[in-house]
């Protein structure tokens, strides 16, 4: 009974694990999309240069991504 328990145990904390992942993955395609989005607006009205190399997608560390998950104010 006591195996069963930890099996159990271990399955739900794995569940757990992946039900987090998948938000996550979820998120990061929300953050692509709306950059895509931003960039598409931008170009129709003009208002990006796409002949310069700032305009570029920022690189966002996976560090970055969950701070700003966590805290999407900052």
Do not use: C, H
């Not at 195996?3 to 039900?19: G, P, S």
């Not at 310069?52 to 969950?66: C, D, G, R, W």
């Amino acid at each position: 009974m006591k195996k069963l328990i930890n099996v159990l145990w271990a399955i739900e904390k794995d569940l757990r694990v992946i039900a987090s992942n998948t938000e996550a993955l979820s998120d990061r395609k929300n953050l692509t999309d709306s950059i895509k989005k931003t960039r598409i607006k931008m170009l129709a009205d003009g208002s990006l240069d796409v002949g310069k190399a700032e305009v570029q997608a920022p690189y966002v560390t996976n560090a970055q991504f969950s701070s700003q998950r966590k805290n999407p104010s900052a």
